[in-house]
């Protein structure tokens, strides 16, 4: 599957592909780089600075946050939940959007994008009200609850809650696992699975074998685009947790703008470092999961 | 893939066990995904002013609603700058797409980790660095030509697109993934010229990465408070913003109201369109 | 495939077109509930000889916490004074200042507490006020005046105050619960498990537990530290949540029976809050015996703003007796305007009996949360019993 013409090419379509390519480049490239590193660049300088007792970032050189950040054993606890939180939250939605993707593509084509829409007509309003709301199906007097009194069960506490946060979580990150998936699904080619079926594997073989390392690109964008802002999020643990436990959103908002003083070299040394790993993680994983045809 | 693709549109049709379990489970992830919606619709014409019991039915929120000047705005301005932005980073994040996919160069390694950042990148931390940024760069700006730039709605929009790019990038590039170039080969060696063969042969396969990267952008524009919130000027009112701020001391029927209203309108748009598409098509 | 394409630019199109008309759009002043006003006569106080009108500029932005200002107010003053204010919002102290710290904010006036003045004053934000445009200052009560945040009140001048207690529903408390072991005694905790709130603040939090082991809100020796830390833990998993936004609605609707809570909060869950919800006449406030914090939201002036002037005017206007009151009965908190307290409704005054305000004796109980270098370590309780 190479998408590099690997013969070499004389040099007028050289040429061109180089203009086409600027071309593709530079307006993407121009405005990251004018509006993301620029601004990037000054929260690294920030994690390089001093603060002062007010909470106002002072021009010193020093490295204290980032040892601060190494030696700061109250924030390994936020650290770890955030990991399995994440984790926990991909995978869940890997597992409902996976299939619903599925029926999505198989679909006839004028049904496949009112389904399309159909995942993403929720999150047209607001997202805090869809977690009130949530907070309302949840609640001690709520819907479910009250089918369950229906029902002749007794009333459970379900919110605040940590099975709470978690249902908020999937709820609200499951379009960032379809949208790829649907992508990679909708460029999936039936027919090898028919071919797999006549030389008589099964429909688990099949999906193992075929569909699932052909569709992994989109499973992997999946998977970063809900693991990330997953692990970054405060409001939802906050509503729906009774914002009593952190995650590392919840202790970055907490050194950037909620602690007396604010401390934002700190702050940005723990983004940053956060940053960075996930970077490597992902590109790791990008280059392990779909390039190794190339 | 070694045949050439078949027409995309012609899964097998088995109407199998299994095809029948993944419309089951489709039907429950559409509950699950519309439980809370159907719940604040209702609860939009409640009589109860706590807005979490049925008393009776009401238009009253609505009225009061269309009155709300503030949250009118509000709407408005969100609906715009979610447009513009999406317009904008799904042009920049296909380009970006196809050539991360299509061509080697250098510095390809480090911007494909740059595509990452904005994704990896906590909220905050890039609404503090762009609150940093536009009044650095605007101090300068003074210092050089003396007039005086404010952060105002366009600094939203500049800001939401440059986090949007990255996520339609993702989105695009998953589709990019395994598509068979001897198609524009084939296009090519037919004499169709290059502009011809984007439009006719690239866009139309790679179109619902697009569309999902574009709707991506769109949802994560409308939702966004954070970056909004510090990258916004005086007296220009964002939705999010407004209903954080009163949900804050109470959520009540007419928040229930101004969502159902931008979940019509979104919706009345998406069938307007499928409408207006299909005429096209029947001519 | 083209068609979704064309789809997807419907959309776009679609929506585009119909944000086009209101693009820029300012936010127009807050006109929802206010009474329409007759320009022959505006309402509220009539127009002050002692403005120069050619001196006011046309308009000012205030940033204000939200929903801190009853609309009409605004109303009333651009009927009055033609200049009309144009209100964003914040939800937190360090919010507003990381805006302002920036620079060329381009707000005027803005409404940081009373540590808050402090820091902006230290940095150089603010600009000094002209006592002469202030004449309605002599309202305000002088037990509020002169605070160690701002001494002279060079730059900042009371806009509301509050205090933090005890919510509690009647019907759990027939009697008020006025100790703080109310809320700390582990072993009656277990019958109110999941059914009350402690704010959501790192100082709030940390302050309450201080005042039950008979501390200063501001102690932070190691011991009493290291107490309070393990009593936050014990006290978790008690707690419904730790909530400083919406406490005001489940008082009211009676999901919480106590909380740790602001009197306002306590103020609105009794009253309820304008046509948002109703209120609950069983909710009670008070201050426990060991002591409570008190602190003060205040107006001051960015250094930044062109407008000192007009600003000043609009700050005169708020401190009238009479918009106080009116601004007091809106937002449910306490005015620092002792003129205004006469006019409030007979309702509210007896409330303000009932615990809801301090008297002087519960004012000799509450005290201000001062922050300094050494209670920055209350940050890291706050971590510990989170991270818990």
Redesign the interface.
Same mark, same amino acid.
């Given at each position: 599957m190479s998408m590099v013409p690997s013969v070499e090419l004389p040099p007028d379509q050289r040429q061109t592909r180089t203009r086409s390519l600027v071309g593709l480049l530079t307006p993407g490239v121009l405005w990251l780089g004018v509006f993301f590193v620029l601004p990037l660049l000054i929260v690294v300088v920030y994690s390089f600075a001093t603060n002062s007792p007010t909470g106002k970032v002072i021009w010193e050189f020093s490295l204290d946050s980032y040892r601060v950040l190494w030696g700061k054993e109250l924030f390994y606890n936020a650290y770890i939940r955030s990991l399995v939180i994440g984790l926990e939250v991909t995978l869940i939605c890997a597992l409902i959007g996976y299939p619903l993707s599925l029926h999505m593509v198989q679909a006839p084509p004028a049904r496949r994008n009112v389904l399309l829409f159909l995942i993403l007509i929720p999150f047209w309003t607001n997202f805090l009200v869809r977690t009130y709301a949530w907070m309302l199906l949840l609640s001690n007097n709520g819907l479910i609850n009250s089918l369950l009194v229906a029902l002749g069960f007794a009333k459970q506490l379900l919110y605040p809650s940590e099975g709470a946060v978690l249902v908020g979580l999937v709820y609200g990150n499951l379009p960032f696992m379809v949208l790829p998936l649907y992508a990679s699904l909708a460029r999936f080619d039936f027919t090898l699975m028919e071919a797999g079926s006549d030389l008589g594997a099964t429909v688990v073989q099949r999906f193992l074998r075929i569909m699932l390392p052909l569709t992994a690109p989109g499973l992997v964008a999946g998977s970063v685009l809900v693991f990330i802002p997953t692990v970054g999020q405060f409001v939802v643990s906050d509503l729906l947790g009774g914002a009593k436990v952190d995650m590392l959103g919840n202790l970055l908002q907490r050194l950037f703008t909620r602690s007396n003083p604010p401390n934002w070299p700190l702050g940005s040394a723990l983004a940053l470092v956060f940053m960075a790993l996930l970077t490597i993680v992902v590109l790791v994983y990008f280059r392990t999961t779909t390039e190794e045809d190339r | +893939?070694i045949?050439a693709?078949?027409p995309?549109?012609?899964?097998?049709r088995q109407a199998s066990i299994?095809?029948r %379990?993944?419309?089951l489970? $489709?039907g429950s992830?559409?509950v699950?995904?519309? $439980?809370?919606?159907v719940?604040?619709v209702i *609860?939009s014409f409640t009589k109860d002013?706590?807005?979490?019991r049925w008393t009776g039915f009401t238009l009253d929120w609505y009225t009061?609603l269309f @009155?709300?000047?503030?949250?009118m705005?509000?709407a408005? @301005?969100t609906?715009?700058v979610?447009?513009?932005s999406?317009?904008?980073s799904t042009?920049?994040?296909t380009?970006?797409a196809?050539?991360m996919?299509?061509?080697? *160069?250098r510095g390809r390694d480090g911007? /494909? $980790?740059?595509?990452? +950042?904005?994704?990896?990148?906590?909220?905050?931390? +890039?609404a503090?660095?762009?609150?940093?940024? &536009?009044?650095?760069s *605007?101090?300068i700006f003074e210092s050089l030509t003396g007039i005086?730039?404010?952060?105002?709605?366009w600094t939203v929009i500049?800001?939401h697109?440059?986090?949007s790019?990255?996520?339609v990038?993702?989105?695009?590039?998953?589709?990019?993934?395994?598509?068979d170039?001897r198609l524009e080969e084939a296009a090519a060696d037919l004499g169709a010229d290059?502009r011809t063969t984007f439009w006719r042969i690239t866009?139309?396969?790679i179109?619902?990465?697009?569309?999902?990267?574009? %709707?991506?952008a &769109?949802?994560l524009s409308? /939702?966004d408070?954070i970056i909004s919130? *510090?990258t916004v000027?005086?007296?220009? @009112?964002l939705?999010?913003?407004e209903?954080?701020?009163?949900?804050?001391?109470?959520?009540?029927p007419?928040?229930?109201a101004?969502?159902?209203i931008?979940?019509v309108?979104?919706?009345l748009?998406?069938f307007?369109?499928?409408f +207006?598409?299909r005429r $096209? /098509?029947e001519r | 495939m083209k068609s979704l394409f064309r789809l997807l630019l419907g959309v776009l199109v679609m929506a585009t077109i119909a944000a086009c008309g209101a693009a820029p759009a300012a936010t127009e002043a807050p006109a929802a509930e206010a009474p329409a006003t007759d320009a022959a006569a505006p309402a509220g106080p009539a127009f002050d000889p002692a403005v120069d009108k050619s001196k006011l500029a046309k308009e000012i932005n205030f940033l204000n916490w939200t929903d801190y200002l009853a609309p009409e107010i605004l109303t009333n003053f651009e009927a009055t004074y033609g200049v009309k204010v144009i209100v964003d919002n914040f939800d937190a102290n360090e919010d507003m200042i990381a805006k302002v710290r920036a620079g060329g904010s381009g707000y005027d006036l803005v409404t940081p507490s009373d540590y808050a003045v402090q820091t902006m004053a230290t940095e150089g934000l603010l600009q000094p006020l002209d006592k002469t445009l202030l004449t309605n200052a002599v309202h305000v009560e002088p037990t509020l005046l002169n605070k160690y945040f701002d001494e002279g009140n060079v730059y900042s001048l009371p806009y509301m105050y509050g205090i933090t207690g005890i919510a509690y529903n009647k019907k759990t408390f027939p009697t008020a619960p006025d100790s703080w072991s109310t809320i700390f005694d582990l072993a009656a905790l277990e019958q109110y498990k999941g059914q009350f709130s402690m704010l959501d603040d790192e100082r709030e939090v940390p302050g309450a537990a201080l005042k039950y082991f008979g501390y200063s809100l501001n102690e932070t020796s190691p011991e009493a530290v290291a107490k309070v830390q393990e009593l936050l833990i014990a006290q978790k998993p008690f707690l419904a949540s730790y909530n400083s936004s919406d406490v005001n609605r489940k008082l009211a609707s009676g999901e919480y029976l106590f909380a740790h809570a602001w009197s306002g909060q306590a103020m609105q869950a009794r009253n309820g809050l304008g046509d948002e919800f109703s209120g609950n006449a069983d909710i009670g406030f008070v201050i426990p015996k060991e002591g409570g914090m008190i602190w003060m939201d205040n107006m001051v002036i960015l250094k930044e703003s062109p407008n000192a002037y007009t600003v000043q005017v609009f700050m005169n206007y708020l401190l009238d007796p009479s918009v106080a009151a009116l601004n007091t009965e809106y937002i449910g908190y306490l005015t620092p305007n002792k003129d205004a307290i006469p006019l409030l409704d007979p309702a509210i005054s007896a409330l303000y009996a009932e615990g809801f305000s301090p008297d002087a004796e519960v004012m000799k109980r509450l005290e201000w949360a001062i922050r300094n270098e050494s209670t920055a370590v209350f940050s890291d309780v706050w971590t510990a019993v989170k991270g818990e």
């Open positions: - | +893939m045949n693709p078949r995309l549109h012609t899964p097998p299994g095809t %379990l993944l419309s489970h $489709a992830t559409y699950f995904l519309y $439980a809370p919606i719940l604040l *609860f002013t706590f807005g979490v009061k @009155n709300d000047q503030r949250m705005s509000a408005l @301005n609906l715009w979610a447009a513009v999406t317009v904008l042009i920049c994040g380009l970006l196809l050539a996919e299509r061509y080697r *160069f911007l /494909d $980790a740059l595509l990452y +950042m904005p994704i990896v990148i906590p909220e905050i931390v +890039m503090l660095a762009l609150l940093a940024f &536009f009044s650095f *605007f101090g005086t730039l404010r952060m105002n709605i500049v800001s697109v440059a986090f790019i990255s996520f990038t993702v989105v695009v590039r998953a589709s990019l993934k395994g598509f170039v290059p866009l139309p396969l179109i619902p990465g697009v569309i999902g990267g574009a %709707l991506l &769109f949802t409308l /939702d408070f919130f *510090f000027g005086p007296g220009t @009112n939705l999010p913003i209903v954080y701020g009163r949900v804050k001391r109470a959520i009540t007419s928040i229930n101004i969502s159902t931008m979940l309108v979104s919706m748009l998406v307007l369109s499928q +207006m598409q $096209a /098509d | -």
